[in-house]
């Protein structure tokens, strides 16, 4: 490499090497700016997800069927009641220890006002293990 020296007497030719240091400079300060913005660019939001599996829910024997027709008719375990009926027995079952499940089983055509208003009935009772049941879907 030959950079100038003091000698005044040469030729004052042009160099004809290419001078690295800019090029490095700069392409330092591109990768201080990619160490730095690469992590920014990570717009996860850390979340537990649902772990889903594809056996088919197997019901206990402490569960309570409750079934929602058409009309609007609730039976529980089968047996047709009246609002008051069902609100007394829900509150007996929230009393037991272990509190049973409560499966719901709504006809597809029912009011939904209907099947809210179990539901709201079993949650002001204190069942807190209510879910509900349906067909898969064929596909």
């Known amino acids: 490499m030959a950079f100038g020296d003091f000698n005044r007497q040469q030729n004052s030719a042009p160099m004809a090497e290419i001078n690295m240091v800019p090029l490095i ?5 591109l990768l201080v700016i990619f160490i730095i913005t690469a992590p920014l660019l990570t717009h996860s939001v850390k979340i537990d997800l649902p772990k889903a599996s594809s056996t088919p829910n197997l019901t206990k024997p402490e569960n309570i069927q409750l079934a929602v027709d058409a009309k609007g008719g609730v039976y529980w375990n089968g047996e047709a009641l009246e609002r008051d009926a069902w609100r007394s027995r ?6 037991q220890a272990p509190q049973p499940e409560v499966h719901i ?3 597809a055509t029912a009011a939904y006002g209907k099947v809210a208003t179990v539901l709201a009935d079993a949650s002001k009772a204190g069942l807190t293990r209510i879910g509900f049941v349906s067909n898969p879907e064929d596909r």
């Open 25 to 29: 400079d700069v392409m330092l300060v």
């Open 90 to 95: 829900m509150q007996a079952a929230a009393r």
């Open 105 to 107: 089983r709504g006809d």
